[in-house]
């Protein structure tokens, strides 16, 4: 094999992996673009969560005018205690 | 040398504060187009009802909370028994009051929404205050709990 193929092998193989590492790249440094954004954006309450906020409110206004009560907010009997064995 | 490096971070600190203050801290507003906002064909907001917005995102966060407490001890409600039967019999004497703070916040809210007016949400934030006062009330109880568990429950 020529030595300038031998020399050059290294980054070919770098290369053949440079498709997924650019592409892991620029999930990064959308994620860091994302995070700036919302930074920038300040106290802006974006479609999505208004939206989550909206359907949550709905479901839990639906549940209450139903008269449905989460099980942790009804009073349910005290836990049976159990006396030690005597000595 | 070292002056210059200490005057340069200082420099370059302080403007990073400013600028970030000036664009994170803003005060909260709707995107056009969403569900509290609603835009028509041409994308002019029909309305926009921050209020609403703000009143539905602080009931949540507000009766989330007490809920997570009322479900913690509901969970783990032997052994909070074993270390104190009061715990469970103080939320016990909670548990309904916040059942009828939720049912009159989503009457209410059910008559904002049909009829937004000033006075309606009034009455929205005069019923969401009361869930807010309930919060401390509610961790509170689990004080004893923090104690017998080595917790600082006021670190």
Not at chain 2, 121 to 138: A, G
Request: charged content about 20%.
């Amino acid at each position: 094999m020529p030595p300038f193929i031998v020399a050059l092998l290294p980054y070919i193989s770098l290369a053949s992996r440079a498709p997924a590492a650019l592409a892991d790249l620029a999930r990064f440094w959308s994620g860091v673009r994302d995070e700036i954004m919302k930074w920038f954006a300040g106290g802006l309450i974006t479609l999505e969560h208004q939206r989550a906020l909206m359907d949550w409110a709905k479901a839990d206004q639906a549940a209450a005018l139903r008269g449905d009560v989460p099980v942790a907010l009804t009073v349910e009997a005290d836990p049976v205690t159990t006396p030690a064995p005597p000595v | 040398m070292n002056k210059k490096r200490i005057l340069t971070a200082l420099l370059l600190s302080s403007v990073l504060a400013v600028s970030l203050s000036l664009t994170a801290c803003k005060t909260p507003r709707l995107e056009p187009g969403g569900v509290y906002a609603p835009t028509n064909s041409v994308g002019q907001v029909i309305y926009n009802d921050i209020g609403l917005a703000l009143a539905d995102a602080s009931w949540k966060l507000a009766y989330e909370t007490v809920l997570g407490v009322m479900e913690f001890e509901r969970e783990n409600r032997q052994a909070l028994w074993d270390i104190s039967p009061d715990i469970k019999r103080s939320l016990d004497s909670i548990r309904p009051i916040v059942v009828d703070i939720r049912l009159r916040w989503n009457q209410a809210r059910q008559i904002y929404e049909a009829n937004p007016t000033p006075a309606g949400l009034t009455t929205l934030q005069t019923i969401m205050s009361e869930i807010e006062r309930l919060v401390p009330v509610v961790q509170a109880q689990l004080t004893p709990a923090k104690a017998q568990l080595g917790i600082n429950p006021n670190p």
